[in-house]
C-alpha cells in the first residue's frame, strides 16, 4: 500500500531565505507526483506536476524535483515572502483506485516578515 | 482556475439523515472523485468515477454512495449521517495520469 509522508510536519522561517520541503513515499510505480498549496479554510490549490519521466519541474520561485527510484520529492521555494504562508501537500499518482492521488499530511510553513 | 463547484458549501445536520453532496464540472473531465480532509489524516480518497455510471470505492468508503449520470455532476450520498462523517469533503476532477483539479470544498457538521 502507497504511503507518503512529508517532513517537517510544520517550519518557521524568516522572509527572503530559501527552503526545502521533502515528501517522500513507498512505492516507485507511480504515474506522476504533484504539489498543492492549501490556505487555511481554503481548497487545494494545484503548484506542479512532475510526470513519472521528469525530474523537475519549476514555476516562478518554486522547484520541484522527482527522484522516483529513491521514492523521493522535493519542493524548493526561493526568497520566502510572507505570502508563502500555508500548508503544503505532496500528492502521489499510481496506478489503483482511478488514478486518486495519495496525499502526505503536509508540512505548514510560516514565513515571518 | 479549473471550473468546479461543490454544493452546499456548509451544512449542519443531526445523526440519522441523509445528506447529498454534489460536485458539479465545467471541464468535461472523465474522472472526478470524493475525498475527505480530517485532522490527522490528511486527505483520504472516499469513492471516484471513471466516467458516466462507472463509479468504485477507494480508501474510506463505508456510510457512502455515489452516482454519476452526468459527465458533469458527481453526487455523495451519506445514507445515515453519524457523527464521524463530520468532515471537510472535496470534489476533484482528472484526466487520465494528469493533473488533478479541487473544488472549493464542503464543510460537514453532523451534531
Known amino acids: 500500500k502507497q504511503e507518503v509522508t512529508q517532513i517537517p510536519a510544520a517550519l518557521s522561517v524568516p522572509e527572503g531565505e530559501n527552503l526545502v520541503l521533502n515528501c517522500s513515499f513507498t512505492?516507485?510505480?507511480?504515474?506522476?507526483l504533484q504539489w498543492f498549496r492549501q490556505d487555511p479554510g481554503k481548497g487545494l490549490t494545484s503548484l506542479l506536476l512532475?510526470?513519472?519521466?521528469?525530474r523537475e519541474q519549476t514555476s516562478g520561485r518554486l522547484n520541484a524535483s522527482l527522484d522516483k527510484s529513491s521514492g523521493r520529492s522535493t519542493l524548493y521555494i526561493a526568497a520566502s515572502q510572507p505570502g508563502d504562508s500555508a500548508t503544503y501537500l505532496c500528492?502521489?499518482?499510481?496506478?489503483?483506485?482511478?488514478?486518486?492521488?495519495?496525499f502526505g499530511k503536509g508540512t505548514t510553513l510560516s514565513v515571518s516578515s | 482556475d479549473a471550473g468546479i463547484t461543490q454544493s452546499p458549501r456548509h451544512k449542519v445536520t443531526e445523526t440519522g439523515t441523509p445528506v447529498t453532496l454534489r460536485c458539479h464540472q465545467t471541464?468535461?473531465?472523465?474522472?472526478m472523485y470524493w475525498y475527505r480532509q480530517d485532522p490527522g489524516h490528511g486527505l483520504r480518497l472516499i469513492h471516484y468515477?471513471?466516467?458516466?455510471?462507472?463509479?468504485d470505492k477507494g480508501e474510506v468508503s463505508d456510510g457512502y454512495s455515489v452516482s454519476r449520470s452526468k459527465t458533469e455532476d458527481f453526487l455523495l450520498t451519506l445514507e445515515s449521517a453519524t457523527s464521524s462523517q463530520t468532515s471537510v469533503y472535496f470534489c476533484?476532477?482528472?484526466?487520465?495520469?494528469?493533473?488533478?483539479?479541487f473544488g472549493p470544498g464542503t464543510r460537514l457538521t453532523v451534531t
Open positions: 471541464e468535461n473531465h472523465r474522472y
Open positions: 512532475i510526470q513519472s519521466s521528469q
Open positions: 500528492a502521489v499518482n499510481g496506478y489503483q483506485a482511478g488514478t486518486a492521488l495519495i
Open positions: 476533484a476532477i482528472s484526466e487520465l495520469a494528469y493533473e488533478q483539479y
Open positions: 512505492d516507485s510505480a507511480i504515474y506522476n
Open positions: 468515477s471513471y466516467g458516466v455510471k462507472d463509479t
